[in-house]
């Protein structure tokens, strides 16, 4: 099986933040990987922005050390490198003044698609649309992408949006979540609304519950002074998990494009029912012999932010009423997985009687580190001696699945900036929808102030005790965390 490789239209990418981690560890490579896959239109260039004072040849120097160090197989290709590199060019950029904003708009092509990656904080987003439009780049061949978090609450997301809202149109903003550009992801869309076989069970008639895990082995690390402002809720829970509990409970839209995807996802958040202190778990990481506690790593020995939460959610309407959801992440745990487990009921009566064990089929979409599906079905276990059942995997592992040449299928970045090109907003958040989880966001954590602190759990764990609680007290279990 080999994918078509469709080039798109000759663009211009400026990167505001182009010296910074984001653009050197996944922007630059994935722009590499796409040029050496023939999908870069001829007179298309990457500019990268920032205040670091810094000719093209330096920067351009600096792009190489980047693929070198995150890019992939294709690091090797010297000349497709070269080539790439010529691509490229630096101008030293301020944010809030005047220097560098002639000369940008001197740089860029008028007659290419120009997309302008904020890879900076959120509060340097509205100083960059005030400017592009100043200086006359905003038109409609303009588009602007942002990284989140957006905004910190359901006030500060309204504002940001009404900031960008006065210089652009929804159309010409994209919200990106790398989680949805994920091969796994939009799987998941196609399993679902693509085949017969599944979307009729696909509500509370046939499906007993559904866990959304997303588990990171590493703690805060140096991004300790923002998580400890953000926590669990913000950093993941908002946006990530969000994004993908809206996709496994959607209703099917009328059609695959960015508006009807994107209301059948926010009918999803308006539905949800408001969280009870009861169904959420809190915890911090404690400290090993050889690894920091997280106050520790945050610098604030009296932290009340978790990192780690687990909560146990319902939707009030007719697809999913009775069927609840539990979402749980968290940092320092057992492994990095992240995973979503649809789980059907039992059978209504077995005919093989007692010992023949409890058998359920499970659908397992994984996300990361190994992406593809997985389908748990009861057989008869091979071999004499009567009726024996065992639960065996149909394993569509993608790297397996579809042969060798599918193994390195594009990153999320990949995918997400040349749909930024194409024009498709499939895949990126709306405006509605980011204050719409906010909305529903927004209780639970001003709700954290009055309730005990988080508990603390052992790193290589799956959490505190009291998340495996949330589940046990309505009989069923969370499924191990594991690669």
């Given at each position: 099986?080999?994918?078509?490789?469709?080039?798109?239209?000759?663009?211009?990418?400026?990167?505001?933040?182009?010296?910074?981690?984001?653009?050197?560890?996944?922007?630059?490579?994935?722009?590499?990987?796409?040029?050496?896959?023939?999908?870069?239109?001829?007179?298309?260039?990457?500019?990268?922005?920032?205040?670091?004072?810094?000719?093209?040849?330096?920067?351009?120097?600096?792009?190489?050390?980047?693929?070198?160090?995150?890019?992939?197989?294709?690091?090797?290709?010297?000349?497709?490198?070269?080539?790439?590199?010529?691509?490229?060019?630096?101008?030293?950029?301020?944010?809030?003044?005047?220097?560098?904003?002639?000369?940008?708009?001197?740089?860029?092509?008028?007659?290419?698609?120009?997309?302008?990656?904020?890879?900076?904080?959120?509060?340097?987003?509205?100083?960059?649309?005030?400017?592009?439009?100043?200086?006359?780049?905003?038109?409609?061949?303009?588009?602007?992408?942002?990284?989140?978090?957006?905004?910190?609450?359901?006030?500060?997301?309204?504002?940001?949006?009404?900031?960008?809202?006065?210089?652009?149109?929804?159309?010409?903003?994209?919200?990106?979540?790398?989680?949805?550009?994920?091969?796994?992801?939009?799987?998941?869309?196609?399993?679902?609304?693509?085949?017969?076989?599944?979307?009729?069970?696909?509500?509370?008639?046939?499906?007993?519950?559904?866990?959304?895990?997303?588990?990171?082995s590493v703690g805060?690390?140096?991004?300790?002074?923002?998580?400890?402002?953000?926590?669990?809720?913000?950093?993941?829970?908002?946006?990530?998990?969000?994004?993908?509990?809206?996709?496994?409970?959607?209703?099917?839209?009328?059609?695959?494009?960015?508006?009807?995807?994107?209301?059948?996802?926010?009918?999803?958040?308006?539905?949800?029912?408001?969280?009870?202190?009861?169904?959420?778990?809190?915890?911090?990481?404690?400290?090993?012999?050889?690894?920091?506690?997280?106050?520790?790593?945050?610098?604030?020995?009296?932290?009340t932010t978790e990192?780690?939460?687990?909560?146990?959610?319902?939707i009030s309407n007719?697809?999913?009423?009775?069927?609840?959801?539990?979402?749980?992440?968290?940092?320092?745990?057992?492994?990095?997985?992240?995973?979503?487990?649809?789980?059907?009921?039992?059978?209504?009566?077995?005919?093989?009687?007692?010992?023949?064990?409890?058998?359920?089929?499970?659908?397992?979409?994984?996300?990361?580190?190994?992406?593809?599906?997985?389908?748990?079905?009861?057989?008869?276990?091979?071999?004499?001696?009567?009726?024996?059942?065992?639960?065996?995997?149909?394993?569509?592992?993608?790297?397996?699945?579809?042969?060798?040449?599918?193994?390195?299928?594009?990153?999320?970045?990949?995918?997400?900036?040349?749909?930024?090109?194409?024009?498709?907003?499939?895949?990126?958040?709306?405006?509605?929808?980011?204050?719409?989880?906010?909305?529903?966001?927004?209780?639970?954590?001003?709700?954290?102030?009055?309730?005990?602190?988080?508990?603390?759990?052992?790193?290589?764990?799956?959490?505190?005790?009291?998340?495996?609680?949330?589940?046990?007290?309505?009989?069923?279990?969370?499924?191990?965390?594991?690669?």
């Open positions: 099986m080999v994918s078509r490789t469709i080039p798109v239209d000759p663009f211009d990418l400026i990167i505001i933040g182009g010296t910074g981690d984001l653009a050197r560890r996944k922007i630059l490579p994935a722009l590499f990987r796409r040029f050496v896959a023939g999908q870069m239109g001829k007179g298309s260039q990457v500019i990268g922005a920032a205040r670091t004072e810094m000719d093209t040849p330096a920067y351009r120097q600096m792009v190489s050390d980047a693929i070198a160090e995150f890019g992939g197989p294709e690091k090797k290709d010297k000349a497709n490198l070269k080539k790439f590199l010529a691509t490229v060019c630096y101008i030293t950029l301020d944010a809030r003044g005047t220097a560098g904003w002639e000369e940008l708009g001197e740089t860029v092509h008028s007659e290419n698609i120009r997309a302008f990656y904020f890879s900076v904080g959120p509060g340097l987003f509205g100083d960059l649309a005030k400017r592009l439009h100043k200086y006359g780049m905003s038109d409609d061949r303009c588009r602007i992408v942002v990284e989140k978090p957006f905004g910190h609450d359901l006030a500060s997301a309204r504002e940001l949006n009404a900031v960008l809202a006065k210089h652009f149109d929804e159309s010409q903003i994209y919200r990106i979540d790398h989680y949805l550009g994920k091969e796994t992801v939009q799987n998941l869309m196609a399993v679902r609304f693509g085949n017969m076989l599944f979307e009729p069970l696909w509500n509370s008639q046939y499906v007993d519950h559904i866990q959304i895990t997303v588990s990171e805060v690390g140096g991004r300790g002074g923002y998580y400890d402002k953000s926590g669990a809720m913000r950093d993941m829970m908002q946006n990530h998990l969000m994004q993908l509990f809206c996709l496994i409970a959607m209703e099917p839209p009328a059609k695959f494009d960015p508006d009807s995807v994107r209301d059948e996802k926010l009918k999803v958040i308006r539905a949800l029912d408001p969280l009870a202190p009861e169904n959420i778990v809190r915890g911090q990481y404690e400290a090993t012999e050889t690894k920091p506690s997280y106050r520790k790593q945050v610098g604030n020995r009296d932290s990192s780690f939460v687990a909560l146990k959610a319902n007719w697809r999913w009423a009775g069927t609840p959801f539990y979402l749980r992440t968290g940092k320092r745990l057992r492994e990095r997985a992240s995973e979503i487990a649809v789980v059907f009921k039992d059978a209504p009566h077995s005919i093989f009687g007692e010992d023949a064990g409890r058998h359920r089929n499970i659908l397992t979409i994984k996300l990361q580190p190994n992406e593809g599906i997985v389908l748990g079905v009861t057989i008869k276990e091979p071999g004499p001696g009567g009726m024996r059942l065992i639960d065996v995997p149909l394993d569509m592992t993608f790297a397996e699945a579809l042969g060798p040449e599918q193994a390195g299928f594009p990153d999320a970045y990949e995918r997400l900036i040349m749909d930024v090109i194409r024009g498709n907003q499939t895949l990126f958040m709306r405006g509605d929808e980011v204050e719409a989880a906010w909305a529903w966001t927004d209780p639970i954590i001003a709700a954290f102030g009055e309730q005990d602190p988080p508990l603390p759990y052992a790193t290589g764990s799956s959490g505190p005790d009291e998340a495996l609680a949330l589940i046990h007290r309505d009989g069923r279990a969370w499924r191990e965390i594991k690669a």
